[in-house]
């Protein structure tokens, strides 16, 4: 799982409870990324952050907010207003954007009932 | 969004045996990249082609690239039980989004022994 840490491995929140999901990273990499993975499906991309203070709207952004004050952390909100959060949530990380392998970490599998 | 997809869905193999699977996609792409997932963790980068290469090789993994088909096909040769676990293939292409590494939904291959 590379430099990239995720906690915790498992989560459990009751409906209509906010939950922050915690990635670090210490590979020194400019981009990092949170994707969504549902059983049997691929990768899901929320959200992505190429730099420090600044980040993007993935295909599913909605129901979800992150912040990205430091180059090595990337934490991502569920809010309430998502409508379907159970899932399992993965970090990411790359040197740059464009043509880099991107790291990932354990994953976060978060439950809300 | 999912511009990749694998074939096929599932696999399953004897231990000694080649593997095959297929990516193919939709629009013109930078990169493909090839990715494995073991059940419940996060995925472990194999393989990068670049749209100008048409084969590449990584120990037993060889990569193939025709852009002209828009497809990749990811060869495991002399396969063992280790190597049970969920391959992706990921292109780097604008979307919607911006820019966006999009995954396909994978291939799951059981070798047994």
């Known amino acids: 799982d590379g430099g990239i840490t995720q906690s915790p491995k498992y989560l459990f929140r009751k409906e209509g409870q906010n939950v922050t999901l915690s990635c670090e990273q210490n590979?020194?990499?400019?981009?990092m990324y949170w994707y969504r993975q549902d059983p049997g499906q691929g990768l899901r991309l929320i959200y992505y952050?190429?730099?420090?203070?600044?980040?993007q709207k993935g295909d599913i952004a909605e129901g979800y907010s992150v912040s990205r004050e430091k180059k090595e952390s990337f934490p991502l909100t569920v809010t309430s207003a998502q409508k379907n959060p159970t899932a399992f949530y993965l970090c990411?990380?790359?040197?740059?954007?464009?043509?880099?392998?991107?790291?990932f970490g354990p994953g976060t599998r978060l439950t809300v009932t | 969004s999912q511009q990749g997809e694998e074939d096929p869905q599932a696999l399953s193999i004897q231990e000694g045996e080649n593997a095959t699977m297929n990516c193919s996609y939709k629009?013109?792409?930078?990169?493909l990249q090839w990715y494995r997932q073991n059940s419940g963790r996060g995925l472990v980068h194999l393989i990068l082609?670049?749209?100008?290469?048409r084969e590449k090789h990584s120990g037993r993994l060889r990569v193939t690239l025709d852009t002209s088909k828009k497809s990749s096909s990811l060869l495991i040769t002399a396969s063992r039980a280790a190597d049970t676990a969920s391959y992706f293939c990921?292109?780097?292409?604008?979307?919607?989004?911006?820019?966006?590494?999009?995954f396909g939904k994978g291939t799951s291959l059981l070798v047994t022994p």
């Open positions: 990411a990380s790359s040197a740059g954007l464009a043509g880099y392998e991107q790291y």
């Open positions: 590979l020194n990499h400019d981009a």
């Open positions: 952050s190429q730099i420090v203070n600044d980040f």
């Open positions: 629009t013109s792409i930078n990169n």
């Open positions: 082609i670049r749209s100008n290469e």
């Open positions: 990921a292109t780097d292409a604008d979307s919607n989004s911006g820019y966006a590494l999009n």
